[in-house]
């Protein structure tokens, strides 16, 4: 069992920068990839970021591509989302995810821990 735990969401301007913060608990963190996934009111949960067991490999969505950033420490047992220039459409509540593999993916089906999530509010 894996528990997360996100922190770093709130208010922040267009053309500012937020750093997403997931805290895991439980088994080794390095066989697990991570995600990052997002909801916008009125919308379906989207993929946003994916970062591999290793930290080797990552994978964004086009949305994000250039701007935010995933990383991860293994000795802290937490992944980022660095958010860099965010626009008002990068407003949603932010959840974080793991895996049972560690292979990047994007597909929330693929995905087997989730955190409670973070509201990430982007003004223009």
């Known amino acids: 069992q894996v528990q997360l735990v996100e922190s770093g969401g709130g208010l922040v301007q267009a053309g500012g920068s937020l750093r997403l913060s997931c805290a895991a608990s439980g088994r080794t963190f390095s066989n697990y990839a991570m995600g990052w996934f997002r909801q916008a009111p009125g919308k379906e949960r989207e993929f946003a970021a994916s970062i591999s067991g290793s930290g080797s490999s990552t994978y964004y969505t086009d949305s994000v591509k250039g701007r935010f950033t995933i990383s991860r420490d293994n000795a802290k047992n937490t992944v980022y989302l660095q958010m860099n220039s965010p626009k008002p459409e990068d407003t949603a509540v932010y959840y974080c995810?793991?895996?049972?593999?560690?292979?990047?993916?994007?597909?929330?089906?693929?995905?087997?821990?989730w955190g409670q999530g973070t509201q990430v509010t982007v003004s223009s």
């Open positions: 995810a793991a895996r049972n593999s560690k292979s990047v993916s994007s597909s929330a089906y693929d995905y087997n821990y």
